[in-house]
């Protein structure tokens, strides 16, 4: 189970620092109930972000692709590369939050979301 620390998440639109490149919204998949708290992933150690994984499941509905919603107000789709992300982007299984993805798994998708993720360390 992923523990998220709660002293790196960005609560105020006006603390990012990048807006046409951190997203706010992401279309996503998650089984357990669309949008229950908001889309969450293990992002850490930027700018190599070793140590990160999924944790909420990216869409992939588009022929494989997502549609991410940017703080400057643009939107934009991603088709997801690495096959590990959209077997985990496609899952419908509950319970699959328990065991996600991590970056050596999902290399190219992992840090594309990873980049664009507003965090105190990558605002």
């Known amino acids: ?5 709660a002293s790196v998440m960005i609560v105020k639109e006006s603390l990012i620092s990048h807006a046409s490149q951190r997203y706010l919204w992401v279309e996503e998949n998650d ?10 992933i293990d992002a850490k150690n930027p700018p190599g972000w070793a140590g990160s994984a999924f944790v909420d499941g990216p869409a992939a509905w588009h022929g494989g692709a997502s549609t991410f919603s940017f703080a400057d107000g643009h939107a934009e789709m991603h088709r997801w590369i690495d096959s590990t992300t959209v077997t985990y982007s496609l899952s419908m299984l509950p319970n699959k939050w328990q065991s996600p993805p991590n970056i050596s798994q999902c290399p190219s998708d992992l840090t ?12």
Request: net charge negative; glycine share 14%.
């Open 1 to 5: 189970m992923v523990i998220l620390d």
């Open 112 to 123: 594309y979301v990873c980049n664009g993720y507003a965090s105190i360390q990558n605002p």
């Open 31 to 40: 089984p357990r109930g669309e949008n229950v708290g908001g889309w969450v």
